[in-house]
């Protein structure tokens, strides 16, 4: 079992910052890639970055590339999403998950594990 625990959500307004931390406990952390997905309202959930167990290799959905960073720190066990130049159609429950799937990791159903979800509202 992997616990996962999100934070560092907030309201910010457009064009500003957020960091967004995943802290997990349990199996070995190094072991498993990572993923950001968001959810907004009415929406599906969607894929935002990825990132490989030792931190080799990243993937981001077109929509944050270029303004999102996706990092892990495996001596801490935690996951990070900076979020910067933010947009209204940003706002949305991020949520941080754990597969051991790096060819299918955009996808949701490929996660075996889930965090709680942070509330990420950008005010234009």
């Known amino acids: 079992q992997v616990q996962l625990v999100e934070s560092g959500g907030g309201l910010v307004q457009a064009g500003g910052s957020l960091r967004l931390s995943c802290v997990a406990s349990g199996r070995t952390f190094s072991g498993y890639v990572m993923g950001w997905f968001r959810q907004g309202p009415g929406k599906e959930r969607e894929f935002v970055a990825v990132i490989s167990d030792y931190a080799r290799s990243t993937r981001y959905a077109d929509s944050v590339r270029g303004r999102f960073t996706i990092s892990r720190d495996n001596d801490k066990n935690t996951m990070y999403l900076q979020l910067n130049s933010l947009k209204a159609e940003d706002t949305a429950v991020y949520y941080c998950?754990?597969?051991?799937?790096?060819?299918?990791?955009?996808?949701?159903?490929?996660?075996?594990?889930w965090g709680q979800g942070t509330q990420v509202t950008v005010s234009s």
């Open positions: 998950g754990a597969t051991i799937r790096w060819k299918t990791a955009a996808l949701a159903d490929s996660y075996t594990y």
